[in-house]
């Protein structure tokens, strides 16, 4: 029935680039045999799902949504897709997304931006868009997305839906196709919290193949619906500048919500806020254009038609081949990253995060997690997000303080603007402290 559903409404959608229902079915009447003949199965064994197009499918086209990939079939699975489809997970197919990662809206996907299910006026987010798409308009029952910046928490926001960003190190980015990869980390788009701990449980492990991967910080689940009564939560007044009316209403109600609920609501100053974006913008923009030098039309993907000689088949291949977004930001990396220029840019940000991370260390001082808004507004309209690339830089503002300092942050829906569109509320936690943001996700849901 999913097929169904996806064949009927993913033409307007436009969530998955790709779909591979043959072997979901096969997949599928397995565990339905397994099922008749009385054996257990596990809980996500049959769950139909999907997956964002940057995480290494084996033998499965995997194009991060750029022309450059494109007929790119990896030889190796992603550890994150070998662990489900180990526990028979039904991937449904590949979804839509930002091109290499890189966008708010899903907007400069090679294949068109993935739709809101709310309103197809309204885009689903970025970049993780169409695993939102997919999830919100349930065609997948759950997805897994890439978050550098704010890409799971972001379109979960728009799209009314859950959205885990994990500790750096918690999951393996082996098989993730690297934007960043400081601060790259793959985590769950759901319907509900019960599920994004189900997800994230299953896989949250060390894994040998990523060095950064720390190890388990699961067993979320069972720790659901903990009391929170005297749970400190922190605002800081930092993360509701800027941030529209509806929105910061929305999340100071939800602060009400906890107090009624037993929860102590701490008010904080972060004065560091102002930092992270530009130290983010610097950081995934000098990663990406190291990360990005692979792709010469050799190894992987789409090589260039015509050229003479080496030097220029590569030039062409890139020029033809990346996006408008992905050059600008190879451009704005080269530039931080070069002899010149180095030490006023790519050294003052390292710098600069290494203080934000210990902003954030004396915040956890006073409180157990932070409560924020996970985006300053709500869905963008089609065609906004990219016809000013620099305004979008700056709605990420609340998303990026995360994966700078490597902690984790959930975005669960708090209400609805006045035309209807979902608004989004951040809790943030310490350092492997996943089951205390998705116990307070929850309470809250
Ligand atoms: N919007 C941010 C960016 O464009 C975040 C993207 C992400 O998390 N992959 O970089």
Not at 105 to 120: I, K, L, W
Not at 277 to 282: G, K, N, R, T
Not at 410 to 431: D, E, Y
Request: hydrophobic share 35%.
């Amino acid at each position: 029935s999913y097929l169904d559903e996806i064949e009927k409404t993913n033409g307007e959608l436009n969530a998955y680039v790709n779909v591979t229902g043959e072997e979901a079915l096969k997949t599928a009447e397995a565990v339905d045999r397994k099922i008749a003949s009385g054996e257990e199965i596990g809980m996500l064994e049959g769950v139909p799902m999907t997956l964002k197009d940057n995480i290494s499918t084996k033998g499965i086209e995997t194009t991060c949504c750029s022309k450059i990939l494109t007929g790119y079939k990896p030889i190796y699975n992603a550890t994150v897709w070998e662990t489900l489809a180990g526990e028979n997970a039904v991937m449904l197919g590949k979804t839509n997304m930002d091109e290499f990662a890189m966008g708010s809206s899903c907007e400069t996907s090679y294949f068109g931006g993935a739709m809101n299910p709310f309103d197809s006026n309204y885009v689903s987010g970025g970049s993780s868009g169409g695993v939102a798409s997919a999830v919100g308009a349930n065609i997948a029952a759950y997805g897994l997305g890439s978050d550098t910046g704010g890409s799971i928490r972001q379109p979960a926001s728009f799209c009314g839906i859950v959205g885990l960003k994990p500790t750096y190190g918690a999951v393996s980015r082996y098989g993730l196709i690297a934007y960043a990869s400081s601060l790259d980390q793959i985590g769950p788009i759901t319907k509900s919290v019960e599920d994004a701990a189900i997800v994230f449980d299953a896989i949250s492990k060390r894994d040998e193949k990523d060095s950064t991967s720390k190890g388990f910080a699961g067993d979320t689940y069972s720790k659901l619906n903990n009391d929170i009564k005297g749970m400190k939560i922190g605002i800081a007044k930092e993360y509701l500048e800027g941030v529209r009316d509806d929105v910061k209403e929305a999340v100071l109600k939800a602060a009400d919500i906890y107090k009624s609920m037993g929860a102590e609501i701490v008010y904080f100053d972060l004065p560091e806020l102002k930092f992270a974006l530009p130290v983010y913008y610097i950081i995934a923009c000098a990663e990406a254009s190291s990360n990005l030098g692979r792709y010469d039309g050799i190894r992987f993907g789409y090589k260039t038609e015509h050229y003479n000689g080496t030097h220029d088949m590569v030039c062409r291949t890139r020029s033809e081949g990346f996006g408008e977004e992905v050059k600008r930001r190879i451009l704005l990396g080269t530039y931080v990253l070069s002899a010149g220029y180095y030490d006023a840019y790519y050294k003052k940000a390292q710098n600069l995060r290494g203080t934000i991370v210990k902003a954030f260390n004396n915040a956890f001082e006073k409180c157990d997690v932070i409560l924020a808004p996970t985006v300053p507004m709500t869905a963008f309209e089609k065609g906004h997000a990219v016809s000013d690339p620099i305004e979008t830089y700056l709605t990420d503002i609340c998303t990026v303080p995360v994966n700078i300092a490597g902690l984790p942050g959930v975005s669960v829906p708090c209400g609805f603007n006045a035309k209807g569109m979902p608004i989004g509320m951040q809790l943030i936690g310490k350092s492997f402290g996943e089951a205390e943001i998705l116990n307070a996700a929850y309470k809250y849901q």
